[in-house]
């Protein structure tokens, strides 16, 4: 492992995490100690079961470990209660997934502006912060429309929006390219990299796409649940 | 994006589901709301009729609240008249009629049948109380002191006499001894109650004086009063006149009075209650299928909200707010078919069953009640919060790593 100069974001040390399956227990991580600076750009890679979206899901809040401890800019995560991780996730987190994720029910606009709505900001300040975002990404034109009128590429780009509603300082985004085809699978890894760079955004991607991982700055290699290689790359795929 | 915005939105997109629970809860407002009305109607009007009857208030001796008579008008108000000016100088007071009630035997010289009689003062009798509507051959009684009787339907059917038949009254003097006088049938009379039709005999309080050796006592001084007035304070008024009047009186309310009124009232409670109970565990069972299949459905959808900072009280708080608005909505479609049926069943003309001890049936008729509504909406709501409750509890406890992966 190699660890960075830059005050982490988030570190976690000596983490491990173990599911049930039936009778069994299942170790998914496995004493894996990471630490995330500002501004990176990592793709967690690994083969299936190796444990890459248990990883993002420890770092992300979303799940807490068995054993070792997580840290959010220096808070120990096991000390925080519910509505304090939910607020964490809310305020400096984002999130992507593989299958979009979006609110059915919301428009776009609104599907972006739902996170601005939830850290208590009024209408008029989620609907620009909205619309800003929505324009970044290059859809400020279906604002109105609803998810299930978008191509995929355009939900990605949506629930990349609202990942970065927040103004988040770390972006978890899980296969995001799972489910696109090549030519929007760029678009949106270039989409994620330029927002990262221009917002100073760290992006975490939990992926076996060769493509993330050849825009990655720093590659973190998992298998059976550790962490076999950490590698920064100087010199990744330029964006276009 | 509100709760209640998010709320009624996920109702609009389960359209056939909505629709199908709205319906259960606008039968359930609407079965409320038409049962209030049509309770309401019947205790107003059972309330009405019970006090036409026996008024608001009577002023009895204090001895005839906690004991019974053992010879006619053992307890008896005497100078009758002076209490009856002192009473009817109230502001608050429109009637006082005094009352002698006493029992006895009627014959039509071959056969004799035991009555209930009443003395009365026919004119504010027929004025304030239902006596003439009740009146189903011939005519009321129309002097205090005349020979005229009014008989109950069955007691002249028992006795076989029609108007303008003749009939001794027999009955036991205040001293014991036993006395006759003739009466003259001017009217039969149905009181709507069998058992009391079968006994019924009233008569002026000038010839029931004569045929029981009395004078200026009376059993009972009935009280109407005026509409709005206060019970309680009047009636206050009144024993504290009497009484500095020396008059050894108790004052006696008509709630206290009408058995029957507050049977039939228990009754209807416990039917409507009994009906209401089972119409919201429906409703509950309903609602928890229909909340609990909408978070399953819904478990990845919960797993995002939650992953992008959701507090789990705000996933709660979505599910219940969307249990209270298929309420509201339902409450809102429940008074439409209220008001609707309401106005059917009104102008239908159906004639209900005689209630019980009743010999007549009344038409249907159901009162527009707001408190029945608002009731109804209280119910409706909280039911169906209650019937969120869970699932939405559960929803919001819901691992969230295993809502991201729910298939």
């Not at chain 2, 056939?16 to 109607?41: K, P």
């Not at chain 2, 009935?222 to 009186?249: H, M, W």
Request: glycine share 10%.
């Amino acid at each position: 492992m190699q660890s960075t100069n830059r005050t982490p974001l988030l570190s976690a040390r000596s983490v491990s995490k173990s599911y049930r399956l039936g009778e069994a227990i299942v170790p998914a991580i496995r004493d894996v100690t990471l630490e995330i600076g500002p501004e990176e750009f990592i793709a967690i890679q690994g083969p299936s079961g190796s444990g890459k979206t248990t990883l993002l899901n420890l770092l992300g809040l979303l799940d807490m470990p068995d054993a070792g401890e997580v840290r959010v800019e220096g808070q120990d995560s096991a000390r925080l209660s519910e509505n304090a991780k939910s607020d964490l996730r809310r305020d400096r987190f984002g999130f992507v997934f593989q299958t979009f994720n979006l609110i059915p029910v919301l428009s776009a606009e609104e599907n972006v502006a739902y996170p601005v709505g939830l850290a208590g900001k009024g209408p008029a300040e989620w609907r620009a912060r909205a619309l800003e975002l929505l324009s970044a990404v290059g859809l400020a034109e279906k604002a109105g429309v609803r998810p299930d009128l978008l191509s995929g590429g355009q939900r990605q780009r949506v629930a990349i929006a609202r990942a970065l509603a927040n103004r988040p300082a770390v972006v978890f985004a899980d296969e995001p390219t799972a489910n696109l085809d090549s030519k929007t699978a760029d678009e949106i890894l270039d989409l994620m990299r330029k927002m990262g760079e221009e917002r100073e955004v760290s992006f975490v991607f939990a992926t076996h796409d060769p493509r993330v991982v050849a825009r990655a700055r720093r590659v973190v290699s998992l298998q059976d649940g550790r962490i076999e290689s950490d590698t920064r790359v100087m010199t990744p795929t330029p964006s276009r | 994006m509100s709760s209640w915005s998010l709320a009624w939105r996920n109702l609009v997109r389960q359209k056939r589901r909505t629709l199908l629970m709205g319906s259960v809860v606008a039968f359930g407002f609407a079965a409320f709301a038409l049962a209030g009305g049509f309770i309401a109607q019947s205790f107003e009007g059972l309330k009405e009729g019970t006090i036409r009857s026996i008024g608001h208030l009577q002023i009895v001796d204090r001895r005839a609240v906690t004991r019974s008579e053992e010879s006619t008008l053992e307890f008896g108000l005497p100078n009758a008249g002076r209490a009856r000016s002192i009473a009817a100088g109230d502001p608050a007071v429109a009637a006082v009629l005094p009352r002698i009630e006493f029992v006895g035997l009627a014959t039509n010289g071959a056969k004799s049948v035991p009555y209930l009689g009443l003395g009365v003062d026919p004119q504010p009798e027929a004025t304030a109380t239902l006596a003439r509507e009740l009146v189903v051959g011939g005519r009321y009684l129309s002097s205090a002191d005349g020979e005229e009787v009014v008989l109950g339907t069955g007691l002249a059917s028992a006795l076989g006499v029609k108007t303008g038949d003749r009939i001794t009254l027999m009955a036991t003097t205040r001293d014991g001894s036993l006395n006759a006088v003739d009466g003259v049938v001017s009217g039969l009379v149905d009181v709507r109650i069998k058992e009391l039709n079968d006994r019924y005999l009233a008569a002026g309080i000038g010839l029931v004086s004569r045929l029981l050796e009395t004078s200026e006592t009376v059993s009972k001084l009935v009280v109407f009063l005026r509409k709005g007035s206060d019970e309680n304070r009047v009636a206050k008024r009144l024993e504290q006149s009497l009484t500095a009047a020396g008059f050894p009186i108790a004052i006696r309310h008509w709630e206290e009075l009408a058995v029957f009124y507050s049977q039939v009232k228990l009754l209807y409670i416990g039917i409507f209650g009994f009906v209401g109970a089972v119409l919201v565990v429906i409703v509950i069972l309903s609602a928890a299928i229909v909340m609990t299949m909408a978070v399953t459905e819904r478990t990845r959808e919960i797993g995002t909200l939650r992953a992008i900072g959701t507090r789990p009280a705000g996933i709660l708080k979505m599910f219940l707010a969307e249990g209270a608005v298929l309420a509201l909505a339902g409450c809102l479609a429940g008074a439409l078919v209220a008001l609707v049926v309401r106005a059917i069943l009104n102008a239908s003309g159906i004639i209900l069953p005689p209630p019980p001890g009743a010999t007549h049936g009344m038409p249907i008729n159901v009162k527009f009640y707001p408190l029945a509504y608002v009731a109804g909406i209280s119910a409706m709501v909280g039911t169906m919060l209650v019937a969120s409750w869970f699932p939405a509890r559960r929803a919001s406890r819901i691992s969230i790593v295993e809502a991201l992966t729910h298939v």
